[in-house]
C-alpha cells in the first residue's frame, strides 16, 4: 500500500505541481501524530520552494486580505494534542518553524482519544466511521461503555507536558472543543458549552488568549460556524482547498498530511483528492 500510494503521489505531484503552483503562495497543511521523519521531509521541500514559516496569525490575517510581507509562506497545525508531538519540538527549533496545536480538554485529561477505543473494541475503520454517525445520547452511551471495558496506554500530551510546550516561543496551542464530539451531532446547549468551556479551561490553564478554534473531523454547519464565531475570532476546517484573500475566516481550509511524502506533496498540490474521487 505504501509503494502504491507513493507511486501514484510522486507522479500526480509532477503532473499536478506546475499547474498549481501559481494558487500555491500561501500554505495552510496539518498533521495529528507525524513521525518526526515526515515532518521534517515537507519541511525541507518547503524551504526548497522557497517557503517563509509563519504563525497561524498571518494565515488569518492573509485571509482577512490584510497584505503580507511573505512572497510564499507556509502554516503547520497539529490536531488533537498527540504526546507523539513532544518529538516535533527538535524539528521546529532546527529549522524555526511555528506551529499551532489544537487540542480538545477531556482527552488530554483521561489520556486517550474516543476512537482509539471504538477502534481497539471494533478493530475496524468503519466502526469509527460509523460512530460519527451516531446521535449525542447513543454516541456517548456507546463511547462510555466501551471506556469501561477497554484500558488503552496514554496517547495524548498531559496538562503539565501541555504547559511546558505552551512557554515555547514556536507552539500556540488553541482550541479544539471540550470533549472532541462532531459538532454536527450534538444539541445547541453541548455545542456552545465545546467552544466556551474549552476556550475558558485552556485560556485558563496556559493564562494565555485562546482566540483560534479547529473544528474536529472537519464537520460543521452554518450553525457551527456561527458558533465559533461567537467564541473566536477565527476557525480553521479541514476543507483541502488552497488558500485565498478574501476568505471567510471561519473556514480557513487546511491541507491534511500523513506519513508518506510523496502523497504529502501530491496533497500540497491539491492532486490527492482528485486521486480519491477516481480511486475509492
Ligand atoms: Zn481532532
Known amino acids: 500500500m505504501k509503494l502504491i500510494n507513493s507511486t501514484l503521489g510522486c507522479i500526480t505531484y509532477y503532473l499536478f505541481y506546475p499547474f498549481q503552483k501559481s494558487k500555491m503562495n500561501v500554505l495552510s497543511l496539518y498533521f495529528h501524530d507525524p513521525l518526526p521523519e515526515s515532518f521534517e521531509q515537507v519541511i525541507i521541500w518547503c524551504k526548497k520552494k522557497e517557503y517563509d ?5 498571518e494565515i488569518t490575517n492573509y485571509v482577512k486580505g490584510e497584505p503580507s510581507k511573505h512572497k510564499k509562506m507556509v502554516h503547520f497545525s497539529f490536531d488533537d494534542g498527540w504526546a507523539t508531538n513532544k518529538a516535533l519540538i527538535p524539528i521546529i527549533e532546527k529549522y524555526n518553524v511555528p506551529i499551532t496545536i489544537f487540542v480538545p480538554v477531556e482527552p488530554l485529561e483521561s489520556g486517550n ?4 477505543y471504538v ?3 471494533h478493530r475496524s475503520l468503519a466502526k469509527v466511521e460509523e460512530f460519527k454517525t451516531y446521535n449525542e445520547e447513543r454516541f456517548n452511551s456507546e463511547v462510555n461503555r466501551i471506556k469501561e471495558e477497554i484500558k488503552l496506554d496514554r496517547e495524548a500530551v498531559t496538562f503539565d507536558e501541555l504547559k511546558e510546550m505552551s512557554k515555547h516561543p514556536l507552539i500556540n496551542i488553541q482550541s479544539h472543543t471540550y470533549n472532541h464530539p462532531i459538532l454536527t451531532n450534538v444539541n445547541d446547549k453541548q455545542l456552545d458549552f465545546e467552544l466556551s468551556e474549552s476556550k475558558r479551561f485552556i485560556s485558563e490553564l496556559l ?8 473544528y474536529p473531523n472537519g464537520s460543521f454547519g452554518q450553525r457551527e460556524e456561527d458558533a465559533v464565531s461567537k467564541h473566536y ?5 479541514t ?4 488558500v485565498q484573500p478574501g476568505g471567510n475566516i471561519y473556514r480557513i ?6 506519513d508518506n511524502y510523496w502523497s504529502n506533496l501530491s496533497r500540497i498540490v491539491g492532486a490527492w483528492k482528485v486521486l480519491k474521487k477516481i480511486i475509492p
Request: proline residues 3%; aromatic residues 22%.
Open 113 to 116: 482519544f474516543w476512537w482509539n
Open 53 to 57: 514559516f509563519v504563525n497561524i496569525d
Open 239 to 242: 476543507e483541502e482547498k488552497f
Open 207 to 214: 493564562e494565555k488568549e485562546i482566540d483560534t478554534f479547529s
Open 233 to 237: 475570532k477565527c476557525g480553521y476546517t
Open 119 to 121: 477502534y481497539a473494541k
Open 253 to 258: 481550509p487546511r491541507t491534511c498530511l500523513v
